[in-house]
Every structure is written in structure tokens, then in C-alpha cells.
């Protein structure tokens, strides 16, 4: 049986979504404990979800 | 590219409209079916329309001024691009023909014909013979081994009366027998070089100029004072956050102010860009592949032209690895050296598009429904994603001027520990 390739992208949503709900995670956590690094910990957490972002994209435009 | 994502849309606004017999409404399934079908072929089409460049500036449904069109095609032709009326006829500049197809500048000769996909050229000439005698719909010609069928259709929908000398644009392509035209086939007529003020290239111009007005007259404020006024006062705060949290961070003390322009520039122009977008204009600029691509490549010329001894040294002879590994961890390098421009022209291109298209569909269920019972529903969810896209106009903005400075911070690195 052939798998359509939606479903190929799909898997790339879930697996994007999943890493930048990870960052998201652990930036929390990371500002829970150290409040005043918080700028630092945004910046770098912007620049992985935004990494991964990238990837997520792909799935898009793959065919 | 585009028409992938139309694809998948498409898929999924034919899952909404087959939901959408459950919700009580006309008791005529088969006919509603219709109705729900011809609705989702007409949101593909705006959708597309909206995203897509075009000759003409559409303010809203009807009302358009038109763009100059400038081609250079032995030398410079320029007209207005009323003249293809949308695409039904033909653009005449001294003995030369052009004709309009989905978005695109083709040149005729002076029959107005556009030649679909790949057509035989002894059958060309028997063609534009027909054409010469006025006509339209199925061809057959029959040749000793086989019978080919054309459909000869003429642009225009042939209810404007006015002016029937202006040459109409006829398209020929390739049938079967029962006349089913081959869809998706593009005209092989000759592409000029096309130089034209589309819709984006004028939002472009229209932008830098009043961008250039509006900083010109922020910095004039710091000649007599050191408080900014007017426009200046709502600027000023944001050229201090990219300085002080962009760019000094990532490019450091030393030789940040080179790229402060460069970073200013690419900040403002995105984030502006992508508010436009916002407007129901219809402007697409960040959204366009080809605009991200520019403004990638710039700053891909800029990192390597400003990349120092040390920046070259840990690309293509990596210190502190063992000799083995120093080749394949250059071509690594290498390949990484081209990926981040591509991830950051991506990466814009994609969120702005999507984000259109996910909007446009969400209006565009309001009409596949046609219930009182879920507009709302909708209504609320565009409103919502709305904030959402306002704030991810910003976003982008500062990441792409993020990376950009990471990448030139990477350039001009010094390294003390060697």
C-alpha cells in the first residue's frame, strides 16, 4: 500500500512541534530558576525553535 | 512551489466541505455538494490570487490600477498593464505582440497565439491557418500514422462589445478526443526579460521611500537635541534593542557599528514588509521566495566578504580535531556555509506564506459552511490568529536580523587562545 506523502509531512509536524515544545519547556524551567538570566535564555530559545522551525518548514514544501 | 500548498489546502477544504453536509442546512445534498465544491475552487483562486505577484495593484474586488510593464526584448518596451485587460488580449509595442497567461509575460506574433505545452511544428502552421479563419473549440488533424486533437479557446469570455479591433489572446493545447484539455501545461512561447514594477517591486518602492523619510527625519531631531521627536520617538527605542540586544551581543563591541546599517535595515524592511501583509491589500512580499532570496544572499556576501583569517581557518582547516577528520569536517563546513543563508530564506518565506494561506482558509470556511451556526466560531479564530500573525511579523523580523548578526558576529571573531 502506498503511504501519501501528506502523511510523510505530517510526521515531520509532529516531530518539529515535539523539539520546540521541548525548548519551550526547558526555557521555562530554565527562567524558573535563574529569573535574571531571563533575556539570555529567550534569545537562545528563539534561535533553536526557530532552527527546528526550519525543518518543520520543509515538510511543507517536500514532495 | 506554491501550488503544493494549494494541493494539500485543496484536500483539506474538500475534508471541511464533506463535514459540512453534517451541519444542518440545505436538505439538497447533491446540489449543495456542487455548491461546496465551486465555492473551494473560487478560495483556491483568491488565495492564489492574493499570494501571488501580479501587473495590477488590486485594491478590492473590481477596483485596480495597473502597473507599467517593462520588458526588454531588443531593447526596452514599456507599456501599461491595462493593455492585456487581464490577460484577454494583446499588448502591441511597435510590431511586437505580448500576451499575459497566470501571471506571466509571454510574446506572439501577431495571431495571439500561445502555444500550450509542446505542440508539433508542422502542426502549428495548419493550426494558425484555422485561427486565421476565425476558428474556435476542437480541432482534429489527421496525419498518415495518427489523428491529434487540439483545442483552439479564445481568452476573452467574448461578452465586451467595445473595441473589436484589440487583438484577442487565443490558446491552443493539446486534447483528447471527448476535448479534455491536458491541465497544468505552460505556454512555450518566448519569456522577454522582464523588468516590470509588479505589484511587489512597487510596495518595495513604495516602502523604501517612506522609509526613508521617516528615519531621515528621526535622525534630524539629534542635530539641535538629544530627545527624538515625532516618529522618532517610537523609533528610537527599537534601533537601541537591535544595537544593544542584537547586535553588540552577537558581533561584539569592536565591529558591530559596520553592520548597524545593514542590520537596521534588514530589521525595519521585514518587519514593515510583514505588517503590510497584514492589510487586506493583498501585499506578499516577505512572502515571496524570490524577495527572501535577495535578502539571504546579501547577507551571505556580507559574512563571507567580511570573514577574517581565523573564520576561513575553522572552516576549511578545523584547529583542535585530528588530521583525519580536518577534510570532512571542511566539507561539512562548507555545506553549512551555504544552509544557513538557505534556512534563513526559507525560514521567512515559509512563516509569511503559511500564515497567509492558514488565515485565508479560515475566511475561506465561512463561505464553505455558510452557517450562521459556525461563522462566528470562525469569525473569532481569523480574529486570534490575526494577533498571532501581527506578532509573528515582529518575530521574524528580529530573528532574521538575530541570525544575520550571529553569522557576521562568526566572521569577524577574533581568537585569542590560539
Known sequence: ?63 | MHYNIFSKLSVSLALFSATSLIVPANAQEQSHQEDSDSIGVYIKETIEHHLSDSYDFTITEGVSFPLPVILYDEGIKMFMSSEFHHGESLAEVNGNFYALYHSKVYKTEANGVLWLGSIDDNHRSEISEKIKEGFTGKLTIRSEEDVSYYMVQHASSGHHDSEEDQSEVITVSKCDENGQINEGEYPTNAKPLDFSITKNVFMILVMAISMFFLFKGAARAYKTGQTPRKAGRFLEPLIIYVRDEIAIPNIGKQHYKRYMSYLLTVFFFIWFMNLAGMTPLGINVTGNITITFSLALITFLITQASGNKHYWMHILWMPGVPVILKPVMAIIELIGLFVKPFSLMIRLYANMLAGHVVLMSIIGLIFVFGSWLVSPAFFGLTLVLSLLELLVAALQAYIFTMLTALYFGSAVEEHDHH
Open chain 1, 1 to 63: 500500500m502506498e503511504i501519501p506523502e501528506i502523511v510523510g509531512a505530517g510526521l515531520i509536524v509532529i516531530g518539529a512541534g515535539l523539539g520546540i515544545g521541548r525548548i519551550g519547556g526547558s526555557a521555562m524551567e530554565a527562567i524558573a530558576r535563574q529569573p535574571e538570566a531571563t533575556a539570555k535564555i529567550q534569545t537562545a530559545m528563539l534561535i533553536a525553535a526557530a532552527l527546528i522551525e526550519g525543518i518543520g518548514f520543509a515538510a511543507l514544501f517536500a514532495k
